[in-house]
Nanobody, 115 residues
Framework: QVQLVESGGGLVQPGGSLRLSCRAS????????MGWYRQAPGKQRELVAR???????NYADSVKGRFTISRENAKNTVYLIMDGLKIEDTAVYYC?????????WGQGTQVTVSS
């Protein structure tokens, strides 16, 4: 099975930056499409960014130009670089992948943007 572990969350002032990391236990990480989702209190979980096996990316409109997703297959790791953070970015951020008909999620890492 696939285990996903996120790290890098924390408390940041508006306009600040964070780098989130997600390390996967999967032996064939390079063939997986990976995604970052987030869920704020009282809101639906939403897709933030996605990266395919050939490094094609997609972003939610709300984060375009501010967030960058990337992957380092040799380390079984996907990153989310967040710049220009806004208060509305506050949420628990989850790493995700879909493998063999199963949706896998990390435990989440809290990102709080506040002055």
């Amino acid at each position: 099975q696939v285990q996903l572990v996120e790290s890098g969350g924390g408390l940041v002032q508006p306009g600040g930056s964070l780098r989130l990391s997600c390390r996967a236990s999967a032996m064939l990480f390079s063939i997986y499409t990976m995604g970052w989702y987030r869920q704020a209190p009282g809101k639906q979980r939403e897709l933030v960014a996605r990266i395919t096996t050939d490094s094609r990316t997609n972003y939610a409109d709300s984060v375009k130009g501010r967030f960058t997703i990337s992957r380092e297959n040799a380390k079984n790791t996907v990153y989310l670089i967040m710049d220009g953070l806004k208060i509305e970015d506050t949420a628990v951020y989850y790493c995700n992948t879909f493998v063999s008909g199963v949706n896998y999620w990390g435990q989440g890492t809290q990102v709080t943007v506040s002055s």
